[in-house]
């Protein structure tokens, strides 16, 4: 089981960018999936997160019609599309993945079993 998460880099305020996250030795279409982000002397916090049930969704408020999670199954892959990215967006982004068939929160790192090493997002000028 393998999560291997792309696309970070450095973007000017304003700018996009997309993560992408490709899994491994099992199937994303039947797991919870999140993204996560951890800067520098913060706890790491949950960004956007999907449900595999009904595809329910969670955002960060600070996120909020900026960021979207998306998946597709046939690349067995997940996206986070980053959208008017200011400086505070500025963290090691991972994504993540749960089996489980009990899930009572997607928004909380504790609910996943799989993580992908992380892609650094810089948002700077």
């Known amino acids: 089981v393998q999560l291997q998460a792309s696309g970070g880099g450095l973007v000017q305020p304003g700018g996009s960018l997309r993560l992408s996250c490709a899994a491994s030795?099992?199937?994303?279409?039947?797991?919870?999936i999140g993204w996560f982000r951890q800067a520098p002397g913060k706890e790491r916090e949950g960004v956007s997160c999907?449900?595999?049930?009904?595809?329910?969704?969670y955002a960060a408020d600070s996120v909020k019609g900026r960021f979207t999670i998306s998946r597709d199954s046939t690349k067995n892959t997940v996206y986070l599309q980053m959208n008017s990215l200011r400086p505070e967006d500025t963290a090691v982004y991972y994504c993540?993945?749960?089996?489980?068939?009990?899930?009572?929160?997607?928004?909380?790192?504790?609910?996943?079993?799989?993580w992908g090493q992380g892609t650094l997002v810089t948002v700077s000028s």
């Open positions: 993540a993945a749960s089996l489980r068939s009990i899930l009572t929160t997607i928004r909380l790192p504790t609910s996943y079993d799989y």
């Open positions: 030795g099992f199937s994303l279409a039947r797991s919870a």
């Open positions: 999907e449900r595999s049930s009904d595809r329910s969704t």
